[in-house]
C-alpha cells in the first residue's frame, strides 16, 4: 500500500515526461511548408528586408522554445563534445563585439542569428528521434525545395509582364522566393543531392517502388531546369560536385534499380531542361559563361583589410565604412590598386568578412567549427563520408562566395540540421542534470511571443513602407503607421528625411533642409553611399553653402572615384519619381 499513498507526492518516483517531438516537428513543418513561402511586395535586400524570413522567425522561435522547454520538463540537459565545440566556437565569434571599435548595435542581428542556431542545435539534440522522426527532418527540407521548385517553374513558363509578384519575366531568372538567384540555386542543390542521400536510405520491398521512392526520383526532374535557367555559376558547381559526390554512396547502400533510375532521372532533367529552352528561346548570358566576377576584387580587399588589422579587426558592423575608406586610401596610393565597390555591406566571403571586422578570434571560430564537423564526417560509417560532404557542399560553398545565411533564413535552419544529422550519427550523448528550471521555463515561454510580436510588426511596417515608396503622389500617412522602426532603421531613416528634404527645398524651408543635413553627417559615418551624398551636397547648395557643398564632393569623389558626383553649384536631390528610386540598390551578383 506504500506506492499508493506516495503517488502524487514528493516522495513517489519523478518519471520522464513524454518528449515534445510532435509540437517540435510541427513547427519546422510549418517552417518548410508555408512560413518560408510567404511573399509580401518589397523592394528587396536581406534579412528582415524579405518578408518571408521575418515569417520564418516565427516557427523559427517556437522550434528553439519547445527545445529548450524538452531540457526543462526531463530536467536533464543532452549535449555531445560538438555541441561544447560549438559554444566556444560561438564564443570566439561574439568576443569581438566588445571591442571599442565595434558598433554592436549594427552586429547585434547577426549575432542573435548565431546564437539563435547554436539554441536550435542544442533543442534538436534533446530529441531521441525515432529513425522516421530523423528522416522526416530530412524530408521536410526536401517538400520545402519542391515547393520552391514549383515556383520558379510558374515563374519560368508562366508569368507574363506586369505579374501580381513583380517578377522580371525579360531577365527571368526564376529566384523563387528568395528574390536572389544563387540563393535559390543553393536551396535547389541542397535538394538534388539529398534527393540522393535519401533514396540510399530508403530500401526497396521485394523490388516494388514506394511513392517515397517517387518523389526522389522526380527530384531531378523537377530542380535541374531550374537550376540551369538560373544561370548561377555557383549552383551549377555545387549541384555538378554535389551529384559526383552522391554516386559512390549510392551505389554501396542503394539497390541496382535504384541508383541507375536515380542517374537517369539526372540525365532526363538535363535532357528536360534542354527541351524547355529550345521551346521558350532561353539562353544562358555570356557572363554567366565566364568566370571573371567581381568577387575576385572585392574578396582579396576584404583580405587585405584581414592582414592590415589581424588580431582586432575594424570593428564589428563597420565592414562598409572599413572598406570604402580604406579601399579609397589604397587606390589614392597606389592608383594600380582597384577602388572599392560603392553599397558593399559583405565581401561575399563568410571567413573574409568576420576576419575583416574581428580579426583574428572569429576566425579562429568559424575554422575550429569545420574542422570540427569535418572530424565527425570523418567518423562516420565507412563509404557514407563522401556523400555526408555533398550534403554540404552546395550551401558551405555559396557562403565563401556570397552570403546565403543572410538571404534566407531556411538556409541557416537546413545548415543546422545537416550538422546535427552528422553529429547524431557518431555522437556519445552526455547528461547533466538541469536546476533553476521555472526561471528557465520563464525565458523560454516567453521567447516566442516575443519572436511573434517583433516580427507582426515587422511584416507591417515593412508593408507601410513598400506602400509610401510606390504610391503617387508619396503619402506620409504610410510612416506614420510604421510601428517598428527598428526593423526598418535605414529605409525608415531615409524614407523620413529624404521626404523632408524634398519638401525643404520645394517649401523653401531650410529648417527642414538643415534636419537632412544633421541626419546625413551622422549617417554617413556608419552607410556611407554615393547617393546619401549626393543629396548633402545638394542641401548644402540649396542652403547657400557653396564652399561646404564643395568640400562634401570632394569627400565624395574621394571615396567613390568610379561615381559621378554633380557640382557643387549644380547641385540637386535624388528625386526622380518615388522615393523608393532614391534608396541606394541592394548589393547583388
Known sequence: MTVLHVKGTRL??????????????????????????????????????????????????????????????????????????????????????????????????????LWAGFLFFVGLQQFAFSHKQRQRLLWLILLGVWLEAGFGWVQFLWLEPGNPIGYNTLENRPYGIFQQPNVMASFLATGLVLSAYLLARLPMYRGKWSWLQLILLLTPVVTLPILVVLSSRTGWLGAAVGVVL???????????????????????????????????????????????????????????????????????????????????????????????????????????YWAAEGGILPLLG??????????????????????????????????????????????????????????????????????????????????????????????????????????????????????????????????????????GIATANPALIQTYIAWARQKALIWPRPTLYQNLIAAYQHLGETALAEQVQQEARYLFPGQIFAPAAKAEPVTSGAVVLTAPPAVTD
Open 12 to 113: 513517489a518516483e519523478q518519471g520522464i515526461s513524454k518528449p515534445m517531438v510532435k509540437p517540435f516537428l510541427a513547427s519546422l513543418g510549418f517552417l518548410f511548408l508555408l512560413a518560408m513561402h510567404y511573399f509580401q511586395h518589397n523592394p528587396g535586400g536581406a534579412g528582415l528586408n524579405l518578408p518571408f524570413n521575418a515569417m520564418s522567425w516565427i516557427p523559427f522561435s517556437f522550434a528553439i522554445a519547445f527545445g529548450l522547454l524538452e531540457i526543462c520538463r526531463q530536467r536533464v540537459w543532452r549535449y555531445s563534445r560538438l555541441t561544447l565545440v560549438l559554444f566556444v566556437c560561438c564564443l570566439l565569434l561574439t568576443i569581438p563585439v566588445l571591442f571599442p571599435q565595434a558598433n554592436s548595435a549594427t552586429a547585434l542581428p547577426r549575432l542573435i542569428g
Open 246 to 352: 552522391m554516386i559512390p554512396y549510392l551505389r554501396r547502400f542503394a539497390a541496382k534499380a535504384q541508383w541507375r533510375m536515380w542517374l537517369l532521372m539526372v540525365v532526363m532533367g538535363l535532357s528536360v531542361s534542354w527541351q524547355v529552352n529550345q521551346h521558350t528561346g532561353w539562353a544562358p548570358k555570356e557572363e554567366r559563361l565566364s568566370l571573371i566576377s567581381p568577387r575576385a576584387m572585392h574578396i582579396p580587399q576584404a583580405v587585405n583589410m584581414f592582414l592590415a588589422k589581424p588580431l582586432s579587426g575594424y570593428g564589428y558592423g563597420r565592414f562598409e565604412t572599413s572598406y570604402v575608406t580604406q579601399t579609397a586610401q589604397w587606390h589614392h596610393q597606389d592608383p594600380s590598386k582597384p577602388y572599392g565597390m560603392p553599397s558593399l555591406d559583405h565581401p561575399h566571403n563568410e571567413l573574409a
Open 366 to 503: 568559424l575554422l575550429l567549427a569545420a574542422a570540427a564537423v569535418f572530424l565527425k564526417i570523418r567518423k562516420a560509417r565507412a563509404g557514407t563520408q563522401l556523400a555526408l560532404v555533398g550534403l554540404f557542399l552546395p550551401i558551405t560553398l555559396h557562403t565563401q562566395l556570397e552570403y546565403p545565411f543572410y538571404h534566407s533564413l531556411p538556409h541557416w535552419v537546413m545548415f543546422i540540421i545537416l550538422i546535427y544529422w552528422v553529429d547524431n550519427l557518431t555522437a556519445k550523448y552526455y547528461r547533466r542534470q538541469v536546476e533553476y528550471v521555472l526561471s528557465i521555463r520563464g525565458l523560454v515561454l516567453i521567447l516566442p511571443v516575443l519572436t511573434t510580436g517583433f516580427m507582426t510588426t515587422t511584416l507591417y511596417s515593412g508593408h507601410q513602407l513598400t506602400q509610401f515608396e510606390t504610391r503617387q503622389p508619396a503619402n506620409i500617412d504610410y510612416l506614420l503607421k510604421v510601428n517598428n522602426p527598428w526593423a526598418w532603421q535605414d529605409r525608415f531613416e531615409w524614407d523620413l528625411h529624404v521626404t523632408q528634404l524634398q519638401v
